[in-house]
């Protein structure tokens, strides 16, 4: 007999072991009741271990799913907080050691371009982390856009860019306009400060 859960009774009151079972099952509200569970748990090691809102959001989606390719091979109810926790971690430190080593090629690149010409930012060199966190800071589509077009050294065209990120050929120009504003507003706030 198929252990389902429904929505009559409190899921959150179901044991883990049936919990894990039902969900080991494909039953989709034993799989909510399992994000809704942990899905703070998770999220909050990400953050307590440095990454930033945005790149823990990434990082706890990235955990479930390994929790949904991973779960056959729980045995215990009882273990799937902890299982989660240690792959948040883990996860965490991995996407916290990516950043890092992203961070200092994207210094050591920006350091031998010339930024100031196409950017139009006045960039020095000890600014290159500045422009490195504020860069980071603009999010998507901006960062894979700016990325691509200033830093990419095969140069893609708009039709590649559009391509790689999805968006309408049309739309790059405008969308680099835009950009662009964005990390001048945040370099020029970061300079007021």
Same mark, same amino acid.
């Given at each position: &007999? ?7 009774? #409190?899921? /959150?009151?179901?044991?883990? %072991? ?10 989709? #509200? ?13 999220? $909050? ?10 790149? *823990? ?29 240690? =792959? $948040? ?20 690149? $920006?350091?031998?371009?010339?930024? %100031? =010409? #196409? ?6 060199? %000890? ?8 860069? &980071? *800071? ?8 700016? /990325?691509?077009?200033?830093? #990419? ?10 391509? *790689? ?11 680099? $306009? ?16």
């Amino acid at each position: &007999m198929r252990p389902q859960l429904t929505k009559h009774g #409190d899921p /959150t009151n179901v044991a883990n %072991d049936r919990l894990l079972e039902a969900c080991q099952q494909g039953d989709p #509200d034993a799989w909510e009741t399992i994000i809704d569970r942990y899905e703070r748990l998770v999220f $909050a090691i990400a953050v307590r271990e440095g990454l930033s809102p945005e790149d *823990a959001a990434d990082a706890t989606q990235a955990v479930f799913e390994a929790f949904l390719q991973g779960m056959s091979r729980i045995t215990s109810g009882e273990s799937v907080g902890a299982w989660l926790a240690c =792959v $948040a971690r883990r996860h965490a430190w991995r996407q916290r050691d990516r950043r890092s080593r992203e961070k200092k090629a994207f210094e050591r690149e $920006a350091r031998l371009r010339v930024l %100031d =010409v #196409d950017l139009e930012i006045p960039v020095i060199e %000890d600014r290159t982390s500045e422009l490195y966190e504020s860069l &980071m *800071a603009l999010g998507e589509p901006c960062r894979s856009i700016l /990325t691509a077009l200033y830093f #990419d050294p095969c140069k893609p065209s708009y039709i590649d860019i559009a391509h *790689a990120t999805g968006r309408p050929v049309g739309s790059i120009g405008p969308t680099r $306009a835009r950009c662009l504003q964005r990390l001048r507003s945040l370099l020029s706030f970061s300079e007021a400060s």
